[in-house]
């Protein structure tokens, strides 16, 4: 089982950028699909992004998007660094949640649920008008 860690949430305004990591503990993280998942006051969490497991590849994956963060955020994996980042662009008010990293083995677990394996402590970000 892993273990994870978030870290690069803030304060940004409307239209930045902000890059959210997630790292990870275990010489496994290859074999785990990662998503992020976010959860904004008085809502329940939401599925934002994922990447499955990347086999015999360093960087490799396929990738999945809600359809709010489409052609905006970016999920990526460094297996090297045992790191999943979520590149966020084009960043708006409803977007301000605390975000959550996830892994699981199944990445239709990660992408169609919120009953996955492991879950990060969470970030904190805030878009600002």
């Not at 990738?63 to 460094?78: L, N």
């Amino acid at each position: 089982q892993v273990q994870l860690v978030e870290s690069g949430g803030g304060l940004v305004q409307a239209g930045g950028s902000l890059r959210l990591s997630c790292a990870a503990s275990g010489r496994t993280f290859s074999r785990y699909a990662m998503g992020w998942f976010r959860q904004a006051p008085g809502k329940e969490r939401e599925f934002v992004a994922a990447i499955s497991w990347s086999g015999i590849s360093w960087s490799g994956g396929s990738t999945y998007y809600a359809d709010s963060v489409k052609g905006r955020f970016t999920i990526s994996r460094d297996n090297a660094k045992n790191t999943v980042y979520l590149q966020m662009n084009s960043l708006k008010r409803e977007d301000t949640a605390v975000y959550y990293c996830a892994a699981d083995r199944n990445i239709i677990v990660v992408v169609s649920t919120t009953r996955v394996e492991t879950w990060g402590q969470g970030t904190q970000v805030t878009v600002s008008s």
